[in-house]
């Protein structure tokens, strides 16, 4: 099994993994060096490699990404905003939603959204990803009233909102057609959207996580729309629940053949499932949550059925730890995501942990894999390259995974999605 510590497969040429590989392996994997776009039954071999054959699939994801992108590793300052964690909608997989008379559930007033907003771009952000639970009283036209607060006050600050369960309900309630309510958000100011809300592209898999989640044919109407009218948006996958390697190549596929149409996605970000504050791990609905051995193929199967057509390949390190984000990133993975300011406070205040890397901790960790750290914005433009080290850089003060599964140590539970 691969350590991501070990440096050992880091250092193998590709050329001479292949070589090692079994020919049902590097068959497919010759194909996709020279741009051929793989199926089903080739992403189903490369989903379930070991040993050698692992090593194969990971150094040619790494070779395919230098071909497409280059050596420089992206970040973005940004600040999440999840302004409140009740919501109706019971996915079990997620450790984040609260009821109303939860003694713990918020919502935090547009007031304070906007402050915050103000806040992180003092401090260099130029982006804030809006999210939350859904109250079963939410106003349908809240999620555009919050988007024209923020735009009053930051008319350049990038608005990356709204996950597409969220602008399926804010249809519902409003009962307008999606694609004018959609036109009413990007008019308020919205500049892209979470492709967040896809879990597994499968109706059977989602039925398992969340019934009441929206199905596949809305989460592709919601994205379809949202990139016919000329507002980008990610792409996402959780793994590591109940789902099967086949599941993962059929989600890749469905993906590659949206973006052949739309061109509207900027990124692909995998998500290991974290499992231990979930009622679909604690009622052993749900393995234990990702493996390395699975992040590592699932990041480069992405990068390799992705094929470049969706060129960026981000990792959560929210979800992986710094140890493990940087092995993905020489698996196919080019992007670090964002530094999400958010829980920066509650850091300062003497939480144990939060939910932050500054800019020059991610460009410290960038540079132990002998990569260039460069800021981007959130549509990829580069912002600035860090061609050498400055005065900033410093390593984070724990490489190896924020995520415990002491209660006690574990972190505020993020988004379930
Ligand atoms: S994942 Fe989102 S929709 Fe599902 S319960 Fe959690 S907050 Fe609600």
Known sequence: ??????????????????????????????????????????????????????????????????????????????????????????????????????????????????????????????????????PKD????????????????????????????????????????????????????????????????????????????????????????AHGLGIPSTSTMMYGHTELPEHWVRHLLLLREIQKETHGFTEFVPLGFIHSQTKLFQKGGARAGHSVHEDLIVHALSRILLNGYIPNIQVSWVKLGFEDSLACLEAGANDFGGTLMEESISKAAGANFGEYVSPGEFRALIRTIGRIPCERATSYQIRKVFEHADAEERLPPERIPIFDSTPSQAPAPSMGY
């Open 1 to 134: 099994m691969l350590k991501p510590a070990s440096l050992e497969w880091r250092q193998i040429p590709w050329e001479r993994a292949l070589a090692a590989a079994s020919p049902d392996v590097a068959g497919p994997l010759e194909k996709a060096l020279a741009g051929t776009d793989l199926g089903m039954e080739e992403g189903l071999v490369l989903a379930t490699v070991e040993g050698n054959d692992l090593v194969a699939l990971v150094k040619v994801a790494d070779e395919i990404r230098r071909r497409v992108v280059g050596d420089r590793i992206t970040y973005v300052v940004n600040r999440n905003l999840n302004f409140t964690n009740v919501c109706i909608v019971g996915c079990a997989f997620c450790g984040f939603s609260r009821g109303p008379d939860s003694p713990d559930a918020y919502f935090h007033s547009t007031d304070t959204l906007v402050a915050k907003s103000v806040e992180a771009v003092e401090l260099g952000a130029t982006e804030v990803c809006i999210q939350g639970g859904l």
């Open 138 to 225: 939410l106003d349908g036209y809240y999620y555009v009233e919050l988007l024209r607060a923020i735009k009053a006050r930051l008319p350049d600050l990038h608005v990356h909102a709204y996950s597409p369960m969220e602008i399926t309900y804010g249809v519902e309630k409003t009962r307008l057609p999606l694609r004018e309510y959609m036109q009413m958000l990007k008019d308020a100011g919205l500049n892209s959207i979470p492709g967040t809300a896809a879990e597994i592209l499968d109706d059977q898999v989602r039925r398992s996580l969340s019934p009441n989640k929206l199905k596949v044919r809305q989460w592709i109407e919601v994205v379809r729309t």
